[in-house]
Nanobody, 125 residues
């Protein structure tokens, strides 16, 4: 089983951009469908984006496509989340997750069996 570590979070002004990185240990990363989720204080965990094991398929949470882009580099065991035009509602802890699925996506948190610890993103002036 892989282990996941997120990085790239921080404080950004409204309208700014960030790129989050999720780095996996282990040699089976290319078999994992990956996802990003976020959780703001006092709110439920929210689906952000998912990408298939090959990287050929992606899917985004409501109203996030266009501002957020998920991608992966299997040679580097990494998955990325590019975020632009950030606003205060994007403030949350962002976590990446993985599950072994071939040729499909996982869109719900209960489908994932491997999680990182998260990275804080704060959008504030």
């Amino acid at each position: 089983q892989i282990q996941l570590v997120e990085s790239g979070g921080g404080l950004v002004q409204p309208g700014g951009s960030l790129r989050l990185t999720c780095t996996a240990s282990g040699r089976t990363f290319s078999s994992y469908a990956m996802g990003w989720f976020r959780q703001a204080p006092g709110k439920e965990r929210e689906f952000v984006a998912a990408i298939s094991a090959s990287g050929h398929s992606t899917y985004y949470g409501d109203d996030l496509e266009g501002r957020f882009t998920i991608s992966r580099d299997n040679a580097k065991n990494t998955v990325y989340l590019e975020m632009k035009d950030l606003n205060r509602a994007d403030t949350a802890v962002y976590s990446c997750a993985g599950v072994i699925i071939q040729y499909s996506l996982a869109l719900h948190d209960y489908e994932y069996d491997t999680w990182g610890r998260g990275t804080q993103v704060t959008v504030s002036s």
